[in-house]
């Protein structure tokens, strides 16, 4: 049996730009989208804290320390919201015990914050 687990997040990224004339997409800092893990064209869940807005969407790498929504997303978020981003995966349940997500927390400027440990257990955290 498969289950799905979280991926990776990044937590509280604060967003500086929505285009809507764009395809789609989030354009996501290059240096986070590797240290979260993610990849491009992937799809992530976005959690708007501000708002509560929850949606998906595929990644773009983006310009550093920028988080922007494009298209139809853009019209979710304003300049300054705080976002959750999070990708998942599926793997065996037999798995799941020693499964540990990426976690990045970021700073206000979307970089990543330091970590000592994850203070709920079991997850690897990013920072710089």
């Not at 498969?2 to 764009?22: C, E, F, N, P």
């Not at 969407?57 to 997303?73: C, D, P, R, S």
């Not at 853009?74 to 499964?99: F, K, M, N, W």
């Amino acid at each position: 049996m498969q289950v799905i687990l979280l991926k990776g997040k990044i937590h509280r990224a604060t967003v500086t730009g929505a285009v809507i004339d764009y395809e789609g997409s989030i354009g996501i800092c290059p240096d986070l989208i590797a240290a979260a893990g993610f990849l491009p064209w992937e799809k992530v869940d976005i959690y708007n804290v501000n708002t509560g807005a929850r949606f998906s969407t595929y990644v773009i790498v983006g310009n550093k320390a920028e988080i922007t929504l494009n298209g139809a997303a853009a019209r979710l978020v304003q300049t300054g919201d705080l976002l959750i981003i999070a990708a998942y995966c599926s793997i065996e349940a037999r798995l799941a015990p020693e499964h540990r997500p990426t976690i990045v927390l970021v700073d206000q400027n979307n970089n990543p914050v330091p970590v000592v440990a994850d203070p709920h257990g079991g997850a690897q955290l990013r920072g710089q």
